[in-house]
């Protein structure tokens, strides 16, 4: 399983914009084999699915909630997922994770439980 970093968060005002990184830990051949995806959890929330990319960045997929507003992107000779985060509302402040399988099914629909282990993540607060 390949051991994933974020970065990127901050605090913004609504209607802002950030973009978070995804990179692997260590630089490895396999990272382009797998899907990866975004999820947040916010204070006194489960987990929840925000995003994902195919391997080949081919195919993605998006919660309602953020469909419209954010782009999920990877540079695989950079080993790094993007998550760019615009028009941000309140709502979506959040720890944001990052993590990865080679099932896209597995990315989109798994429980979060399922996962193995899970990053430290990045905070993204947005002020009203």
């Known amino acids: 399983q390949v051991q994933l970093v974020e970065s990127g968060g901050g605090l913004v005002q609504a209607g802002a914009s950030l973009r978070l990184s995804c990179a692997a830990a260590?630089?490895?051949?396999?990272?382009?084999?797998?899907?990866v995806g975004w999820f947040r959890q916010a204070p006194g929330k489960e987990r929840e699915f925000v995003a994902a990319?195919?391997?080949?960045?081919?195919?993605?997929y998006y919660a309602d909630s953020v469909e419209g507003r954010f782009t999920i992107s990877r540079d695989n000779a950079k080993n790094t997922v993007y998550l760019q985060m615009n028009s941000l509302k309140p709502e979506d402040t959040a720890v944001y994770y990052c993590?990865?399988?080679?099932?896209?099914?597995?990315?989109?629909?798994?429980?979060?439980?399922?996962?193995?282990?899970w990053g430290q993540g990045t905070q993204v607060t947005v002020s009203s």
């Open positions: 990319i195919s391997w080949s960045g081919g195919s993605t």
């Open positions: 260590e630089y490895t051949r396999t990272f382009s084999s797998y899907c």
């Open positions: 993590n990865a399988d080679f099932d896209m099914t597995v990315v989109v629909t798994a429980p979060t439980a399922d996962f193995g282990s």
